[in-house]
């Protein structure tokens, strides 16, 4: 048995890092540069001593340079430092865009000792990163300090808040261990087009092999759930950094852990939609397998006909049902049910809503959050994921994004 | 040879055919009526003599019940009585729809002689026909009125404008025939979804044949590059009615005027976008088949931060690029360029944008319409789909729809 509990602040729970970040003037305008909670635009990450690293990177054919120059390392490479930037993706910007990270890199090696350093960037694509703004930071930078808080603002971009996390995992031979994470993204209507990041480190004893194994498990069961597969930026990258130093490891109680933190920060962005002011959870169970339920599931979380009637409050259960119709999954009218929370809005033999369930259907919709499950019928298959919706304000940052 | 000449009006151009529309009053708020131009709520489409009939209907599991019933008919049936009417899809409504439909065609029956007729929906999901006053429409419809104006009109929900055409077509050895059509949907970031409804009716000698064959290629050279395969409304519909009364037929002229026609009320649904201001021809040649070209126009003409782009008049090609990557089709940045109409903005040689050539982008999107070409550089594949931007003003119409 093991107990987890969260804890405050963030990264520095986790023994042997350091933390932080620093302003380079990146950011020219502050509408588009995460609101008020932003706060620099250059941060770091770095262990003491060596990391063993797993990550999870976009599925988009055009992969950003940091995430090629990630991969040009040997395959099983330890780290001890991470470079985040926000306002510029280095993304489609070919190999200068990889040689222009071997350049940063150079330079901070003239500042500090790292073993195989990793970057992470988020913002524009197509533009050369500012290699001398980047560097720059270096000369600020204090590599000894453990702002968390400051780490999780540098990297935001159309988020409102920062999004960091830690946990306290003790276990029953009275050993502990830590694991922190800081996230930057805003779900919006297709989430995965905006990119994702996410860098979670612990002090864990996990082996390697765990961590492949554990990251790959809980992508699929947090951020994966919020958005399409195979569809997503060209930057998007979750990265499990692990120094070893507590000594202390379960794989039950790790997997907890990670599973934890990995939901409730996709829940966070969510939460975070570009305008969004509501989260509703799309469960699919009764269809014919797995694959039918999550493909219907994800057509609903990424319908827009959907969103704008979650926006508007209508219980207009003809576009879940529409939707349903549409994803191409076997289903039968005469068979489905659709549930708001725990109200039954539409059956085979209860198909026109009456005044007083409208009544009832509406009040749930003004919730900030609620659940709508829909049961096709026909076999075991079910899947549920997160959805947002979808307001002016989406459109007005997605509009005027970039400037 | 064949001329081919549009005409003015609309149905009422066709030999041995008769339209209409009245008002039962099924409309309450105008605002969500297809505003100034709606005029009516029931109309009908009729012909002197039986017609042939071809159909292409929603791929939407949940067909609504007017097509059920359409498909309840042998399947080569001949008919001469086409209803519609607006505010109620008599969709998801179970064997009741089918029922109502029945009632009604009943009630006609007692009106004037009628052949197997067919009706059409548009509307709101989940309601019963109010099929007493949809029946009230035949003590005031006149069976012998050609206002194919009113009729264009009453089937308005959110279109903007009414949408009918017809067309000419003089064939070599002196004969004619006519073809004509109205039309209702507005083009939507998934214009699938909204309901599409097409009535097209000719005199042209056509053998039953070619009318099931080139209605098909019609469809998917016009509606089905506005939306995406297998994503439809459960009601959407395209009817081609042919009473072979000018006794003139020529396959390829009768080809070309449909595909016209066709064509021309597709962009006519992407011009009346919910809120849309600009329509955008995403073509994509150099694919590695046409398939891959498909997918990745789709993916383009359906993104959310493509249209929020275009709606911001920004040229930021990263989003082009990034949805292409997200596509899942084989492609390789090094081969990719970019056109927004001639202007190359994108090419491994050249990818930042300078001030030179970001004002020349910025002009062209300021246009009302304009192309944006990818070529991917690995084939032969290409693919032209059709898409608008994404406003305000289409959030607004789709929160408040249906109230």
Partial sequence: MFKLF???NGLEN?????????????RTNPVNSGGGDVDGDVAFIRSESPCDISAVFT???????????FLKYPKEFQTDFVLINAKNANAMTGEKGIEDIDTIMSTLRTKIDVLNPVMSSTGVIGYRLPVDKITSAFDTLNFHASDSHKAARAIMTTDSFKKELAYKVELENSKSFNIAAICKGAGMI????????????????IPKSDMDELLVQSTEDSFNRISVDGDTSTN?????????????YHKEAFKAALNKIMFELAMMILKDGEGANKLVAFEVRGAKSEEEAKKASMALSNSLLVKT????????????????GASGI?????????????????????????KEREDKAYKIMKQESFKVTCDIGLGAGSYTSYGCDLSYEYVKINAEYRT
């Fill in 309 to 324: 009637a979650l926006f508007g409050e209508d219980p207009n259960w003809g576009r879940i049902a529409s939707t349903i």
């Fill in 59 to 69: 599925s988009n054919t055009f992969q950003a340079a940091p995430i090629k120059h």
């Fill in 6 to 8: 969260p804890v405050t």
């Fill in 236 to 248: 998007d990258t979750v990265m499990l950094l692990a120094n070893k130093e507590s000594g202390a």
């Fill in 190 to 205: 297709n989430p995965a087009m905006a990119t994702m990041l996410c860098f979670i480190i612990t002090d864990a004893n």
């Fill in 330 to 354: 076997a289903c039968d009218e005469k068979k489905l049910t659709i549930h708001y929370d725990d109200l039954l809005i539409y059956s085979d033999t209860f198909r026109e809503l009456d």
């Fill in 14 to 26: 986790v023994k042997g890092f350091f933390c932080g970040a620093t302003n380079v003037g990146m």
